[in-house]
């Protein structure tokens, strides 16, 4: 009974701190830390005094690494191989190197060193990529750098994982990376055909079903079938539920089990980080508050350091700034291989409690950080001031289309097919650079600067239309616009009826609700019928 008041007691613990760090735009995974961290505190229940909570701790890390796996694709790597094999694989290797070096440095053992080092080169996917597709960065230089270098430390989760595997045997290396190599052959071979010619007409069984319980019994079965699989051929059972989640993301379910999961999915991957919340001792985290805050910042910084120092050579000074401020904390994934160190005894309670405390905290400072990444980047590194070679295009009633994003691309096609004269600003390199190949009327500068207007003859110009979504930008240019025309026609778009009224003081003539232009093109799709 008393069980259940403290699973209730957690429930709604949850719940409300998550309520509330949500008006501060903090994700939920520091809701479920922190109260992780006040049932073992205060109602002195954790891993270290239940089986129960140990196993749950295990699933939550066997889950992580099924959506991660789940959500891998080959097709991205082939896009963005520059992104994720050159960025990506050298930030790892240097950041790894660099701070186990520093570790081992310290007086910490070797293996231990290395495992807190490679653990540390890693960044929070989940922060990071929910934080930038909600303000519209993804698409942007610098989160396409980012999301590439993120990629790529998900790919390497992998040998982490081994590392801890060969680290916690006791025989020659050499016998013991062969004996790997054999068993990870095996593991493959058998994963592979029980994938072709087992695993796909046992879903087909379920699905045809039509029952959605019974669908996901039998992604569960695969989930712990290739976990168990893994464990039995010395691996770990967070490295057999990758490959099951690769295994279903490569077959034609993928889409269904992704649904299917979605309602439930972040409510277990929530397990986990209760597990390691529940794993810190509050009180050795005050005896140690000094450094381990002084350890947060500092690592934090370097590591935005390493990062500018691997990209500054090859992008935009101010690109590489940006990727190495949204790529300076430590990640999700860094908490379960501290764990998983621990639980393998490379890594002792104390420090396991010391580093986990500077992964949440660094994961907290992480929104606060993307936020104000543009305000920090000014101070740092203006906006490329290449545009002040632009003289003016002479143009007369054509249309400003700024920005050469997707939304960008597909309004130049529709203008070049309508036989309408238009003229792109476009301030990321990459896709100046895209567009010049093509033969598109392209100009590369800030289309917030009015020298920039005015050189392309605003007042001569029909409309301007701005394609990307970020409110600050939107208002930026609009300014800037209807301070040199104050009667432009100016377009563009905004996500709901909150968002225009952020933009009523401007009086923009055509302003484009995204949800309710979709609304109305999903209601003429319902009703549409062919006579």
């Known amino acids: 009974m008393e069980q259940f008041w403290i699973l209730l007691a957690a429930i709604l ?4 701190l998550n309520i509330f760090l ?6 939920t995974a520091i809701g479920y830390i922190f109260t992780g961290i006040i049932i073992a505190n205060i109602l002195h229940l954790n891993v270290h005094n239940s089986e129960v909570l140990q196993y749950i701790s295990e699933l ?5 690494m099924f959506t991660i796996g789940l959500e891998f694709s080959f097709q991205e790597l082939k896009i ?20 186990a070096s520093l570790t081992y440095l310290l007086g910490f053992e070797l293996k231990t060193a290395i495992i807190i080092g490679f653990a540390l080169s890693l960044s929070s996917t989940a922060i990071v990529l929910k934080i930038l597709n909600e303000n519209g960065d993804i698409h942007a230089s610098y989160g396409r750098k980012a999301l590439g270098v993120l990629l790529f430390q998900d790919i390497a989760v ?13 025989v020659s290396l050499t016998t013991l990376l062969l004996q790997t190599l054999m068993n990870m052959i095996f593991f493959f071979l058998l994963l592979y055909l029980l994938g072709h010619f087992v ?8 699905v045809t079903t039509k029952t959605q319980e019974i669908f996901l019994l039998a992604i569960f079965f695969i989930i712990f079938l290739s976990a168990e699989l893994a464990h039995f051929f010395g691996f770990s059972y967070s490295l057999g539920a990758f490959f099951a989640g690769m295994l279903l993301a490569e077959s034609k379910y993928k889409y269904q089990v992704e649904a299917d999961l979605a309602p439930f999915r972040d409510l277990l991957l929530g397990v986990f980080f209760f597990s390691v919340g529940n794993r810190i001792n509050f009180i050795d985290i005050m005896d140690n508050l000094f450094l381990i805050i002084a350890a947060t910042f500092t690592i934090m910084l370097l590591k935005a350091l390493l990062i500018f120092l691997i990209l500054f050579k090859f992008e935009q000074k101010r690109t590489a700034f940006k990727t190495a401020l949204a790529l300076s904390q430590v990640g999700e994934f860094s908490l379960a291989l501290f764990l998983l160190a621990n639980y393998n005894n490379l890594l002792d309670n104390h420090w396991m409690q010391i580093l986990s405390s500077i992964v949440i905290i660094s994961m907290i400072l992480t929104p606060f950080v993307l936020k104000k990444i543009k305000i920090l980047a000014d101070r740092f590194f203006k906006e490329p001031t290449r545009e002040i070679k632009i003289v003016s295009t002479g143009l007369k009633n054509h249309v400003i289309v700024c920005g050469y994003g997707p939304l960008g691309k597909r309004m130049c096609e529709e203008l070049k097919r309508r036989n309408f004269e238009y003229v792109i600003i476009e301030h990321d390199l990459a896709l100046y650079e895209e567009a010049l190949a093509k033969g598109e009327p392209i100009f590369f500068g800030n289309a917030a600067q009015r020298t920039v207007l005015e050189s392309l003859d605003l007042k001569n110009a029909i409309a301007v239309v701005i394609t990307f979504h970020n409110l600050e930008k939107i208002r930026l240019v609009s300014q800037s616009v209807l301070d040199l ?20 003081d401007l ?25």
């Open 13 to 16: 613990l949850a719940t409300g």
């Open 507 to 531: 009086h923009i003539k055509s302003l484009v609700i995204t949800t309710q232009t979709l609304a109305k093109e999903m209601i003429q799709q319902l009703f549409y019928c062919t006579l």
């Open 80 to 99: 963005m191989k520059k992104e994720v094999f050159f960025y990506g694989a050298a930030q790892v290797l240097i950041s790894g190197l660099f701070f």
């Open 158 to 170: 992998i040998p982490l994982l081994l590392m801890i595997e060969i680290f916690t045997k006791d």
């Open 485 to 504: 025309a104050p009667h432009a026609h100016i377009v563009a778009r905004v996500r709901d009826e909150k968002e225009a009224k952020t933009l009523e």
């Open 60 to 64: 939550g890390i066997v889950l992580l």
């Open 22 to 27: 949500k008006k501060f735009d903090l994700p």
């Open 199 to 206: 695993i796909d007409r046992f879903l087909q069984y379920a």
